[in-house]
């Protein structure tokens, strides 16, 4: 069993900054893309942006240059630092991590979101 527990959201005005983070912990033998998606209310799921294990990056057109994903392999944590943060910016946050619970076996795990909102 795995679990991605995601950390740091809260309330924040506009051209503040968060930090998220994202722990993985369980029965992992290694983890493939971790990424960060977002869902607004009355909206989809969109990618936010998206870390590989050798850390090459994906970030979406709306966030590029304003947010900023890392990832710590030694510690199966992901971080996303935001700033210059929008009110557009507010939604729930999610992890997602790609992993390898052996060498055939691959799950995708999500965590429970924590909320991000941007207001004043």
């Known amino acids: 069993q795995v679990q991605l527990v995601e950390s740091g959201g809260g309330l924040v005005q506009p051209g503040g900054s968060l930090r998220l983070s994202c722990a993985a912990s369980?029965?992992?033998?290694?983890?493939?893309?971790m990424g960060w998606y977002r869902q607004a209310p009355g909206k989809e799921r969109e990618s936010v942006a998206i870390?590989?294990?050798?850390?090459?990056?994906n970030y979406a057109i709306n966030v590029k240059d304003r947010f900023t994903i890392s990832r710590d392999n030694a510690k199966n944590m992901a971080y996303l630092q935001m700033n210059s943060l929008k009110p557009e910016d507010t939604a729930v946050y999610y992890c997602?991590?790609?992993?390898?619970?052996?060498?055939?076996?691959?799950?995708?795990?999500w965590g429970q979101g924590t909320q991000v909102t941007v207001s004043s």
């Open positions: 870390i590989a294990r050798g850390g090459s990056t």
């Open positions: 369980g029965s992992i033998f290694s983890i493939n893309a």
């Open positions: 997602h991590a790609a992993v390898a619970l052996n060498h055939l076996i691959n799950y995708d795990y």
